[in-house]
Nanobody, 112 residues
Framework: VQLQACGGGLVQAGGSLRLSCTASGMIFGNNVVGWYRQSPGKQRELVANIGSGGSTIYAASVKGRFTISRDNTKNTMNLQMTSLRPEDTGVYYC???????WGRGTQVTVSS
């Protein structure tokens, strides 16, 4: 069971990035999947998750700017991030609820 995240990078404030995460060794169609982030000096926090039926939950700080999606046929999840802010800087992790597995994380850095 493995999660591979990619798409992070350095972007200026106001810019956009798209994160992707591919799961292998599992079929996550029936599971909630989500993105978390850990910013410097802070605990890991939920960014967004999406249920098997498409229902979503977003952190208040990203609502209206980030969009989570999933493709169960490809075992992938995505996080489209727009209007990025310096406070969005951190390591972003993907996870599939119920497996207790985390991706290695991808760094997002937003410069002011």
């Amino acid at each position: 069971v493995q999660l591979q995240a990619c798409g992070g990078g350095l972007v200026q404030a106001g810019g956009s990035l798209r994160l992707s995460c591919t799961a292998s060794g599992m079929i996550f169609g029936n599971n909630v999947v989500g993105w978390y982030r850990q910013s410097p000096g802070k605990q890991r926090e939920l960014v967004a998750n999406i249920g098997s039926g498409g229902s979503t939950i977003y952190a208040a700080s990203v609502k209206g700017r980030f969009t989570i999606s999933r493709d169960n046929t490809k075992n992938t999840m995505n996080l489209q991030m727009t209007s990025l802010r310096p406070e969005d800087t951190g390591v972003y992790y993907c996870t599939v609820y119920g497996y207790g597995v985390w991706g290695r994380g991808t760094q997002v850095t937003v410069s002011s």
